[in-house]
């Protein structure tokens, strides 16, 4: 057993996968699997644990993205949004430097208990406050390229994934999320016990009809790319995917 923030864990007994789909919400998975896009989630969902709970408020990536790995909420561990007003400097900052934490991770908590950790993210600007702490392997997409064993645990990312760095705003770069761990990168490096991984998508609101369409595709292509690569999860590790949705 570990404790974090005052409440108590049990150490994984096998490998954990644990997916943050960033802006989805539980109808999108549902339409998904309606749509035959997500086979193998659709076995999961009969046979497996689907709870559906509420974000953090306020509704935003920052929050959210560490109360699921703090397991506490912005009251606790001080990323209260995105953005904030930073009285020492007198201007709006991001909520992305570690400074701004207040509580320890999960993750960290478990790579300091023995268990081999990855972290994972599409954006670089999760990558230091989700792997603050972390001894273990922590990396982003979107700057894959410059990963080095030093800093992020892991270096030659690119020729390993065999694939290039994608651009920000394309679901090419949550496909590399996926890709590195299909490629087992991180479990080349650590055989991972637990594994928290994270993709990024564009959910738009009240758009054209066109660009609905270039959205929706795009959100099918993630969900699709998704499903392909956990059905490839051994059957002995256990997988969690929570969704994040916005206002």
């Excluded at 923030?5 to 996968?17: E, G």
């Excluded at 703090?70 to 020492?88: E, K, M, R």
């Excluded at 600007?125 to 064993?149: M, N, Q, V, W, Y």
Aim: proline share 6%; charged share 20%.
């Amino acid at each position: 057993m570990i404790s974090v923030n005052n409440r108590s864990y049990r150490l994984p007994v096998h490998p954990t996968v644990v997916v943050c789909i960033d802006g989805c919400e539980p109808d999108y998975i549902a339409q998904a699997v309606a749509h035959g896009r997500m086979p193998w989630l659709k076995s999961v969902l009969a046979t497996g644990t689907v709870l559906t709970a509420d974000c953090v408020i306020p509704s935003f990536t920052n929050p959210n993205n560490l109360s699921i790995v703090t397991g506490a909420p912005p009251s606790v561990h001080g990323i209260c949004g995105n953005y904030l007003f930073d009285v020492a400097s007198g201007t709006e900052v991001m909520m992305n430097d570690p400074k701004w934490l207040r509580a320890p991770s999960l993750l960290a908590a478990l790579a300091d208990a023995g268990c081999s950790v990855a972290v994972i993210t599409a954006k670089d600007k999760l990558r230091k406050p989700l792997g603050h702490g972390l001894r273990g392997i922590c990396f982003s997409s979107e700057k894959a390229d410059e990963a080095t064993l030093a800093e992020h645990g892991i270096a030659g990312l690119v020729e390993l994934v065999g694939k290039p760095v994608p651009d920000v705003y394309s679901a090419a770069l949550s496909e590399f999320v996926f890709a590195s761990d299909e490629q087992q990168v991180a479990g080349e490096q650590q055989h991972g016990d637990c594994h928290h991984q994270r993709s990024t998508a564009e959910y738009r609101i009240d758009i054209d009809d066109a660009r609905e369409k270039r959205s929706r595709a795009f959100d099918q292509r993630v969900l699709a790319i998704l499903a392909r690569i956990l059905g490839r999860v051994p059957r002995h590790a256990a997988c969690d995917v929570p969704e994040r949705t916005h206002d």
